[in-house]
């Protein structure tokens, strides 16, 4: 039933999105007077806002979006609180994308001001995700040493996981983020001190590759030690690679 009912706004945020990108007025106000008052809340999110030239008040449901989120989580009690910082993350993008940064940093401001009231029952990757967004958040406002700091909690948090999978994974994100924002070789040097071999093998042959330093990359393809490694390795490096992207 929860996923007929996504799958339901998910339609309907299509179908005015293509009015929208046929610049066709009319048909989206005759979509939106159609929509009740919880669809229109659910569909008029703040990008369909913009895509509507509703600049203003996309900005204005950027604000409320995030200030929800807050609300969240300080009252919140499920341990999966790293959702909702996700998307203050993807809020303040969006922020910054229309030329608010300065609004922006006010709300990333006070997200870091009470993050540390948020109900934490695991450090582990919940938390590395969260430092991951407020970082990704901070990057894109401030610059990539403004966001050093958060990167290392992430970075700390990631490697106290105890489940080898979800560990591996929050590593690997928070490396990615750190390459992703300008600090290569930053990640580089962290991926040489992971201590699993599998993974310090597969995350160095990626950064090495995004970087083009192909004598380093040599010497650790030179170390995989089966032919599996080797084909989960080439498959990751691949996307480094101009022109060898998956299609």
């Known amino acids: 039933e929860v996923e007929e009912e996504w799958l339901r706004q998910s339609y309907l945020w299509r179908v ?19 929509l009740d ?14 895509r509507l030239g509703m600049k203003a008040e996309a900005i204005a449901r950027a604000r409320q979006d995030i200030a929800q989120e807050l609300q969240e989580l300080r009252e919140m009690n499920d341990p999966n609180i790293h959702f909702p910082v996700m998307s203050i993350g993807r809020s303040l993008a969006f922020l910054v994308e229309q030329g608010e940064k300065n609004e922006a940093r006010r709300w990333l401001r006070r997200a870091l ?19 991951h967004s407020l970082a990704e958040a901070m990057a894109m406002i401030d610059g990539p040493v403004a966001a050093e700091q958060l990167l290392k909690h992430a970075m700390t948090d990631a490697t106290a996981g105890k489940r080898s999978d979800f560990r591996q994974g929050a590593v690997d994100s928070a490396l990615d983020l750190k390459a992703n924002i300008g600090m290569l070789d930053e990640a580089i040097e962290d991926a040489g001190k992971l201590r699993s071999p599998t993974q310090r093998r597969k995350k160095l042959a990626t950064l090495l590759a995004k970087a083009k330093r192909w004598k380093e ?3 650790v ?3 995989v030690e089966s032919p599996e490694e080797a084909a989960d390795v080439a498959w990751w490096i691949k996307f480094e690679i101009p022109g060898a992207e998956a299609p």
Request: hydrophobic share 40%; aromatic share 6%; charged share 30%.
């Open 221 to 223: 393809l030179s170390q």
């Open 113 to 131: 001001k009470e993050m540390s009231t948020w109900p934490v029952i695991q450090h582990g990757w919940v938390t590395s995700s969260v430092y």
């Open 37 to 50: 008052k919880v669809d229109r809340h659910k569909i008029l999110d703040a990008k369909m806002l913009v």
């Open 16 to 34: 005015i999105d293509c009015y929208a990108e046929l610049k066709d007025a009319q048909a989206v106000k005759r979509c939106v007077r159609k």
């Open 217 to 219: 990359l040599r010497e």
